[in-house]
């Protein structure tokens, strides 16, 4: 097992628990459907966060995986993959009870579950800023991550603090869109990320190509 394949067992593991835990409550509230009003904020929120999730893997890959592995980058990565867990896990309620509505705990956890993604976002791109500095068009590809992480926090903080439910499905809307559009582009054409980057610097494959 080479160093990379040993860190990114441990960082793998610990995003796909966020994935997880999203499953989990996602199929807890189905099971309990008689008894629970869904609705469809709750299960928008999942969907985004999930993408997010995947997204954010992609990048750990396509960034770290000729990086030396270092206890420091373990406990970096380790502080990143905790908050993601923090946010799939306040997505869902822990406990369902009778006449219990999904909207009442979107309202009380959206605003957490977004800006710790948010968070999550920001911390990987300063943990991935020195390593993305060091390729040969750093400069370039460094200010197409900055660029990529406003353009995130442009449609999540807004999604975050307004309590509109309108404003929050058009945004997060938007952003999963834009994460399936890129499922899909790379699906058909898998090195389509490679043959950009040859082309001309592209952004870290994460948010709507944010980290």
Do not use: C
Not at 105 to 111: E, L, M, P, T
Request: proline share 5%; hydrophobic share 60%.
């Amino acid at each position: 097992m080479s160093a990379f394949e040993f860190f990114f067992s441990f960082y793998g593991l610990l995003l796909g628990l966020s994935l997880a835990v999203i499953a989990t409550g996602a199929a807890t509230a189905i099971q309990h459907r008689r008894k629970l009003r869904i609705g469809w904020l709750t299960p928008l929120l999942a969907v985004f966060v999930a993408l997010d999730v995947a997204s954010f893997w992609d990048f750990a890959w396509s960034t770290f995986r000729e990086t030396p592995f270092s206890y420091g980058l373990l406990v970096a990565s380790l502080v990143v993959a905790v908050v993601y867990f923090i946010a799939a896990s306040l997505v869902f309620p822990h406990q369902i009870e009778e006449g219990m509505s999904l909207d009442d705990h979107f309202f009380a956890n959206k605003r957490i579950v977004l800006l710790l993604t948010t968070a999550a976002n920001a911390l990987a791109v300063l943990v991935a800023a020195p390593i993305i500095l060091s390729k040969p068009d750093g400069l370039m590809l460094a200010l197409n991550a900055g660029s990529a992480v406003l353009m995130y926090v442009a449609l999540v903080v807004p999604a975050a603090l307004i309590r509109s439910t309108k404003v929050f499905a058009i945004l997060t809307g938007i952003h999963i869109v834009l994460y399936l559009m890129s499922a899909i582009a790379t699906a058909a054409v898998p090195d389509l990320a490679e043959k950009m980057q040859r082309a001309a610097p592209a952004a870290p494959a994460t948010a709507p190509a944010a980290p």
